[in-house]
């Protein structure tokens, strides 16, 4: 028997229309959407699906959408049969994480990360902060370009993605500092990310504690299926614990590579990234080659997946 991981797509693998396929040929992805709709108060098939690039980039648009689009595409693989034995997700993806294992209803989720996304977004006014992924170098080197560079303000790892592929987040004349000096200790690449916000740094602590607030508001289940979480890359112990971490991850860095890792630990074979984009897919590819990957955000690759499962 495969044992198998559903990953969740972080903010950036948004495109407009996406879901829509499922959708149109599978009620319980539309289902999704007009939940979504009717607990934001906004019609999420016209954001998603017939909107601009530039609408969908807004933080506060892209976690709700791409939260939607990946509980639509977990509702059609559920249906199907397909069942995961451990989630994860990357950043917003935990989000997703949580409610395919059954700790965080929809309806709130997709109410948490709209907030989120302003949050984030809220508190770091456009232009002063940045993001930087930093190609070919190790993690020792990389938190010594961050250490040498924070003279010129703060700069820290954000996501450690898989090996060679780090990116960093902080203020911006830093986070450049960061890059020249990841070139100098022998980086491949060290280029800026088209975000708006420098997200997993310390720069966003206020916006974690605002989503603190929101929830308290929300009340956590058991999990049904084991979660791995982003701040720590180990299993979430009870229901207690999400609130927390959630929070913190916010201000943290994502340890993607570790969370990979751990599942290989465990036994995984079989890696299924839920959402939009290939991103986490790639990831996995450069961080083992003995693992089955498979991604499903539309017919064809759903189609594919199925195939390749049966």
């Not at 829509?20 to 108060?41: C, H, I, M, N, R």
């Not at 994860?88 to 989120?116: C, M, N, Q, T, W």
């Not at 450690?160 to 000096?181: D, H, R, S, T």
Request: glycine share 8%; proline share 4%.
């Amino acid at each position: 028997m495969a044992k198998i991981a559903f990953m969740f797509s972080g903010q950036g693998a948004q495109t407009v229309g996406m879901g829509k396929e499922l959708a149109e040929q599978y009620p319980v992805a539309d289902q999704v959407f007009e939940e979504a709709t009717a607990s934001l108060g906004l019609d999420m098939k016209q954001l998603v699906w017939e909107s601009d690039e530039e609408t969908l980039k807004i933080t506060e648009n892209t976690q709700p959408a791409i939260l939607t689009m990946s509980i639509a595409a977990l509702r059609v693989l559920e249906e199907a049969g397909v069942r995961p034995d451990v989630v994860a997700g990357l950043s917003l993806g935990e989000y997703s994480a949580h409610v395919a294992a059954g700790s965080i209803p929809f309806a709130d989720a997709v109410r948490l990360v709209k907030k989120r996304g302003k949050y984030m977004q809220e508190e770091v006014p456009v232009g002063v902060g940045a993001m930087a992924a930093i190609m070919g170098l190790d993690e020792e080197n990389v938190l010594a370009a961050c250490n040498e560079a924070s003279s010129e303000g703060i700069v820290e790892p954000a996501n450690y993605n898989c090996p060679g592929q780090i990116v960093i987040a902080g203020q911006v004349k830093a986070v450049e500092k960061a890059c020249e000096l990841a070139k100098d200790k022998g980086a491949r690449r060290a280029q800026l990310l088209p975000v708006s916000a420098p997200f997993h740094c310390t720069m966003l602590v206020g916006a974690g504690e605002k989503l603190a607030k929101e929830l308290e508001m929300v009340t956590f289940s058991d999990l049904t299926v084991p979660l791995i979480a982003n701040v720590n890359a180990d299993y979430v112990k009870s229901k207690e614990e999400i609130k927390h971490l959630l929070v913190e991850q916010v201000s943290n860095g994502v340890r993607w590579e570790a969370t990979v890792r751990r599942m290989l630990a465990d036994g995984v074979d079989t890696f299924i990234e839920v959402g939009p984009g290939k991103a986490l897919s790639g990831f996995v590819k450069r961080i083992t080659k003995d693992a089955a990957i498979y991604n499903v955000e539309d017919l064809t690759s759903l189609k594919n997946t199925l195939d390749n499962l049966q």
